[in-house]
Nanobody, 119 residues
Framework: QVQLVESGRGLVQPGGSLRLSCTGS????????IGWYRQAPGKQRELVGT???????SYLDSVKGRFTISRDSAKNTVYLQMNSLKPEDTAAYYC?????????????WGQGTQVTVSS
């Protein structure tokens, strides 16, 4: 059964850093386009950034220069490094894996992990 497991939740002060991980089970994440999303209370889920199976990463304007997405294929894990965190970054963060494989669309979500930025 395919699972994406996120970790790294936490409470940090403004200006602090946190790294989230998304580890795949029964799925090879390096063959998927991975997106990190977030959803704050009362707001719609938004795409924070993506790392395609091939190509370059892209980011939401408000996190450019502060957030970095990377892969460790040996660990089957994708990371979201978040620096210079702001209170408005507070949200539940989700990873998503997508690909089209032999014309079949595959789409998997993690369970989400909470990030709270507060003094």
């Amino acid at each position: 059964q395919v699972q994406l497991v996120e970790s790294g939740r936490g409470l940090v002060q403004p200006g602090g850093s946190l790294r989230l991980s998304c580890t795949g089970s029964d799925v090879i994440l390096s063959t998927y386009d991975i997106g990190w999303y977030r959803q704050a209370p009362g707001k719609q889920r938004e795409l924070v950034g993506t790392i395609p199976a091939s190509g370059t990463t892209s980011y939401l304007d408000s996190v450019k220069g502060r957030f970095t997405i990377s892969r460790d294929s040996a660990k089957n894990t994708v990371y979201l490094q978040m620096n210079s965190l702001k209170p408005e970054d507070t949200a539940a963060y989700y990873c998503n894996a997508q690909r089209i494989w032999f014309e079949i669309r595959e789409d998997y979500w993690g369970q989400g992990t909470q990030v709270t930025v507060s003094s």
